[in-house]
């Protein structure tokens, strides 16, 4: 595991996942007279972990997190471990599933993101894997969009994309990417080892991975915007993989 520096953790959701996860935890501070439930749970959830907390007023949650919406608690952790790419395949053979990964090729906007990784963690994805450049890494605004489905899926940050996809493909992983050209998602065979390559948000895959890409899904569209957001792309294509792999 690779580690970052420390960070906070915001929001109701991402702190109770947090508390629940095997992170170190510091501190949690909470907002003085807050009647809400799920504080007192947080609060009570703590205490058991015997993880000292303090309860401040709501402008000093304001500065520790420069105004974001912090929902009233935000405690402060150990950073959240990346994984190695052995985890990823790890985290398959113990649900004793044909691994499915995302590769996330630049993804720059931490909410997309973070709604990536919520998704992936609903629908069962067993890793996603990022680069260690030109790219968003896991931050507390992430962690706050995913509302704590980052302490759940590994996420592998890797020196070069290529070299990944080249090692997926000799462990014998078939590789698919998105595009307008590409074959109707409908008809796409899910079975065995896959990755699904999400492009950047405004450049899409770019060249030298498409290269490497085994086959190209397109999403189908009648509208008059040919072009889907890529946390609303990736997650209907999890989905796919989910209702196929998982039907009734």
């Known amino acids: 595991m690779t580690k970052q520096e420390s960070e906070i953790v915001f929001g109701r959701h991402p702190v109770l996942e947090a508390l629940k996860s095997g992170r170190q935890i510091n501190k949690v501070f909470i907002q003085d007279g807050s009647g809400a439930q799920a504080l007192k749970d947080i609060h009570h959830l703590a205490k058991d972990k015997k993880i000292q907390v303090s309860f401040v007023p709501k402008n000093k949650l304001d500065q520790l997190v420069s105004g974001q919406n912090h929902q009233g608690v935000v405690l402060t952790a150990s950073p959240v471990a990346y994984a190695r790419l052995d985890d990823l395949y790890q985290v398959a053979r113990d649900k004793e599933e044909a691994p499915f990964f995302l590769i996330l090729d630049g993804i720059e906007d931490p909410h997309n993101l973070g709604s990536i990784l919520r998704t992936a963690d609903a629908s069962g994805v067993h890793g996603v894997i990022i680069p260690n450049r030109r790219a968003v890494g896991l931050t507390a605004t992430v962690s706050k969009a995913s509302t ?41 065979n899910v079975s065995g080892p896959i990755a699904l390559v999400v492009g950047n948000e405004g450049q899409g895959i770019s060249h030298l991975v498409k290269e490497n890409v085994d086959q190209m899904l397109t999403i189908p569209m009648t509208g008059h915007v040919q072009s889907l957001n890529a946390s609303v792309a990736s997650a209907i294509l999890m989905y796919e993989v989910y209702r196929k792999r998982k039907p009734q």
Do not use: C, M
């Open 148 to 188: 704590g489905a980052i302490e759940h899926v590994p996420v592998a940050r890797v020196s070069n994309i290529n070299q990944t996809i080249k090692k997926l493909k000799d462990d014998g992983f078939w590789i698919y990417g998105t595009d307008i050209e590409g074959e109707d998602y409908r008809q796409w």
